[in-house]
C-alpha cells in the first residue's frame, strides 16, 4: 500500500460478545462496506487481547485521500452509519494511516 490509506475502527457493540446479533452486524458490514467500489482489503476483527474494552474491528484500505472521500460520503457507508452503526455500537475509536514510505520519516 504505497501513500495510501488504512482506515481501521475498533468497536464495542451493545450485545453480547459472540451472540447471533453481532455476528449478524458483522456479516452485514462486510457485505454493505466492502462492495463500496473504493474500499480495498476489507477485514473484520474479534479483540482478543485483554488490555483495551472494544470487542471488534475493521480495517480497509484505500488508494488515496480522494477515494477515502468517496468512502466517506458513498450512499451504503452513509446509511450504515445512520441505519446500524449509530443504533448498535456504544464505543469506538477510529485511527487513519497514510502509508509512508522508506525515508519519509
Known amino acids: 500500500?504505497?501513500?495510501?490509506?488504512?482506515?481501521?475502527?475498533?468497536?464495542?457493540?451493545?450485545?453480547?460478545?459472540?451472540?447471533?446479533?453481532?455476528?449478524?452486524?458483522l456479516a452485514d458490514a462486510r457485505e454493505s462496506l466492502s462492495a463500496i467500489p473504493t474500499v480495498r482489503e476489507f477485514e473484520a476483527f474479534r479483540q482478543v487481547s485483554r488490555k483495551?474494552?472494544?470487542q471488534y474491528g475493521f480495517s480497509m484500505e484505500f488508494a488515496g485521500p480522494d477515494e477515502?472521500?468517496?468512502?466517506?460520503?458513498?450512499?451504503?457507508?452513509?446509511?450504515?452509519?445512520n441505519e446500524r452503526w449509530k443504533i448498535e455500537v456504544t464505543d469506538f475509536l477510529e485511527i487513519d494511516f497514510e502509508s509512508v514510505g522508506e525515508g519519509e520519516l
Open 1 to 25: 500500500m504505497t501513500n495510501g490509506i488504512r482506515h481501521m475502527v475498533v468497536f464495542t457493540l451493545r450485545y453480547p460478545p459472540d451472540s447471533q446479533e453481532s455476528r449478524q452486524f
Open 52 to 54: 483495551n474494552e472494544y
Open 68 to 81: 477515502y472521500q468517496e468512502y466517506n460520503q458513498h450512499p451504503a457507508h452513509v446509511a450504515f452509519v
